[in-house]
C-alpha cells in the first residue's frame, strides 16, 4: 500500500485544517505550514509572504508560470520552502502539459525555467530536478504519461513531507547550543516562513522556547525586503519568544546594550569549502561576532549543501530590483507632500531616476547596488547546524554523496516515511555536470 506521506506528516507533527487559510496549523505552535498541495483540486497553496505581518492570507497557484511568478516575486520565499514549491510547481506544469504532443519534454523545458527562477538558494534547483528525474525514469520505463505525472505526485509529497521530517531531528540537534539565558542575534528570515514548518534558525529557537528554556532573540531588520522585522518578528510572536527589533546598523551596540551572545542564522546554500550563502549583511555579522569571541552559527537542511560547488565564490549571486531600494524613499516623498511639509514641487523620488545607472557611475550619477545575498567564509562559522547532525565547516569538505543519502535515508526511516520506489539517488543529473 503506498504511503499517504502528506497525512503521515500531519498526523506525526500534530498539524489541524485551518479551513480559512486553506493551509494546516501546527497546534502546539499555532504557526501556519508554509506551503501545502490539494490533490483534489490540484492547485499548490501558498501562504502569502509578502502580505505578512499585516494580513495572513494563501494564495492558490494553478498554473505553472504563475508559480514561478510567486517564486521570483517572494510570494514564498527562503530555500526550501522555494525548493517545496519548485517541485509542486512542475507537477502543476505537467498537468497542464499532458494533452499536448511531447509532454515530457515540454515538463523538461519548464524545469529548468523554475530551477533557476532564483539562482543562489540550492533547494530550488535541487528539488526541481529531482521530481523531474524521478518521474522521467518512470516514463522510460512505461511510456505512459498518466504513470509520469502520478509518480511527480509521489516525488513532490515526499519532498515536503522529508523536508517536514528533517526540520524535526534540526531542530533536536540545534538544541544541543541552547542554553537557558542566551539571547540569539538572526538576520532575515531563516525559520518556519523559509522552510516547510519550523526550520533553519528560527526553528532551533521556537523548540527550545516551546519546551521552557529562556532564551530571547535579537532580530535584525534586513533592508531592503525587511524580512527581518516584518516576518521573523511576527512568527517568533505568533510562538511568544520574546524579540527585540534592531536596524541593521546596531551589531555591535547589541553585545553592550542587549546581551547578544550568540548567532544563529538560516542559509541559502552551502559550498563543499564550508562556506555559506545567506542574505547579504550574514557575512558581515558573522566578522563582528569572530570580533568579539561570540559563537556564529547557521541552521540548514541537507538539500542546501552544494558538493559541486568547490568554493563560496563560485555561487551564483542573485541581484534584485532597485524599486526594493527605493520604494520606501518615494512613500516619504508623497507622504511629506500630503502632509504639507514640502511643497507641491517638490522631488516624488530619491535619487531622481534619470540619475540613476546601472553601469559605474560617472560624474552626477548614481548606481544602484542590490545583491541579495552575500557569502561568509568557512573560518568566521563555529558550526552549521543540519538535519544530518552539527558540522563544523572541514566536516562538510568530508561529505559525499552516498554519505548524505545513507544519513538522510536513516532519518526518514526513523520518522516514519519511506522513500518512493526507485529513487537510488538524491543529486539529481542536472546537478552533477
Known sequence: MELDYLKHVSNKLGLEESPELSLPIHKATTLPVTLWYSHEEDSLILLDQNKLPFEVQSIKIRDWKDGVVAIKNMVVRGSQAIGVAGAYTLLIGALQAKSNPNPVEEVEKAAREIAYARPTAAPLAWATFLAYDYSRKIYEETGSVERFIEGLRTICDFILAQDMALNYYMRRYGQKIIKNGDVIMTHCNGGSLSSTLMGHALGVVEEAYSNGVDVKVVSKETRPRSQGYRLTVWELNRVGVPTTIITDNMISISFEKLGVNKAILGADRVARDGSVANKVGSADIARIFKYFKAPFYYATSYSTISLEVKRGSDIEIEERSI?????????????????????????EEWPPSDRIVTREPGRGQVRIFNPAFDVTPSRFITAIITDIGILKPAQVRRLTENKVLNMVKKKVLDFGLRFPEGLSTIVPQALKK
Open 323 to 347: 524599486d526594493e531600494v527605493t520604494y520606501p524613499y518615494s512613500l516619504i516623498a508623497k507622504d511629506m507632500k500630503s502632509k504639507g511639509l514640502v511643497s507641491e514641487k517638490a522631488l
